[in-house]
């Protein structure tokens, strides 16, 4: 999930969010302030519901963040770096730069987003009370009544046990260590996930059907959204396997063709591009360092007039620090990354020089080679 609007970074980690943020906020506070609200405050101001609405919304994308803090925080614990959080309009996600090391701290990161969801609903719940017993704005009462029940469902609803749900990566914990085997543990919570996600769509279809309920619709999508994600975590889960064990070093192109910040488009077409067997291309500064990289279909966007005045410098995507690697780097990680630049997976620096590249291609390639390698010749 790619973030749009960057929000910073909390205890050290980037934190964004998707576009789709905005939209469920929007949908939140209209619910509330044109729904749940008048109903258990009638004959309130119209304003007043709308002025508890949108920050209640607000406060639970909020409660979000901490979810995913938490399974931020506590991986780190474990020595799991974490890339970036990225909040969209069906909750958060953390992107972990490994898997955990153990299933004890599988276990512990999955069971801390429940945890402080469970936690938010309690201090919710107990700050609805307060105001209720101070003889506080009925409004208000509802309102933090309202966030505080739905944190606690929402770690109830985490809890069910499917990836790739938090209750999945429990059940994960749980079958790794059983078996001490993370690969078929990861397969079967992924499996499971896929009956969780069907159930819900089939709950979600039978609400509309039966009882002409519009709610339905929105856990039918849930149910869609969990089955496309455990099916993406079972193929990376296959992939992941494939790679277990090598090296950036076992699996790039050493030595690959590259491009200079000086270099004109139409340079570095004649000489190298037309020629190279590769899509994409690092650059190199003047002095020799890494300083982007660039693809064929970018230089095929710049106008033919522009290219001889048009240098690589200035058309270049900026390399981050995750797709930089040592050929002693595990080559598993790379697979989570999209391209950066065409086939570009990763840019392998040695002793400060260029040693090679990791395209998405070569990847592919291993992958479906290891799997004729698992299947029976007989």
Request: a neutral charge; aromatic letters at 6%.
């Amino acid at each position: 999930m790619k973030q749009t609007v960057p929000l910073g970074r909390v205890a050290g980690i980037r934190v964004g969010m998707h576009w789709s943020v905005l939209v469920m906020v929007a949908l939140i506070a209209w619910l509330l302030g044109a729904g749940f609200l008048p109903a258990l405050t009638p004959h309130q101001p119209t304003a007043e519901y709308w002025e508890a609405a949108v920050p209640c919304a607000a406060a639970f994308m909020a409660a979000l963040l901490a979810h995913e803090l938490a399974h931020s925080l506590v991986a780190r614990r474990y020595g799991v770096p974490v890339t970036s959080i990225t909040l969209w309009a069906l909750g958060g996600i953390s992107e972990l730069g490994r898997e955990p090391p153990t299933a004890r701290a599988d276990l512990r990161i999955a069971v801390a987003g429940p945890a402080a969801s469970l936690g938010a609903g309690l201090v919710f719940g107990g700050l609805a009370a307060a105001v209720h017993a101070s003889g506080g704005p009925g409004i208000a009462v509802a309102a933090l009544a309202w966030l505080g029940a739905e944190n606690v469902l929402l770690a109830v609803f985490n809890l069910l046990p499917g990836a790739p749900l938090d209750g999945g990566r429990i059940l994960r914990a749980y079958l790794w260590r059983r078996h001490g085997d993370r690969v078929r543990a990861a397969q079967s919570a992924a499996t499971a996930g896929r009956v969780v996600g069907a159930v819900l769509m089939a709950i979600g279809i039978g609400e509309v059907l039966l009882w002409a309920n519009i709610g339905g619709l929105l856990l039918a999508l849930i149910g869609m959204f969990v089955i496309s994600a455990a099916a993406a975590e079972a193929t990376a889960e296959t992939a992941a396997a494939a790679l277990a064990g090598m090296r950036v070093g076992d699996v790039m192109t050493p030595d690959p063709d590259i491009g200079g910040t000086w270099m004109t488009v139409a340079d570095f077409i004649d000489r190298i591009a037309l020629t190279s067997a590769q899509a994409g291309f690092p650059v190199v500064a003047p002095g020799g360092s890494l300083a982007g990289a660039t693809g064929v279909s970018r230089l095929a966007r710049v106008p033919p007039p522009s290219r001889a005045s048009t240098t690589l410098g200035q058309i270049l995507t900026p390399v981050p620090p995750t797709y930089v690697a040592a050929p002693d780097d595990p080559a598993a990680p790379l697979l989570g990354h999209p391209p950066l630049a065409d086939d570009l997976a990763a840019i392998v620096i040695s002793d400060g020089r260029i040693a090679g590249i990791v395209t998405v291609t070569r990847l592919r390639q291993i992958i479906h080679r290891e799997a004729l390698r698992a299947q029976p010749t007989r």
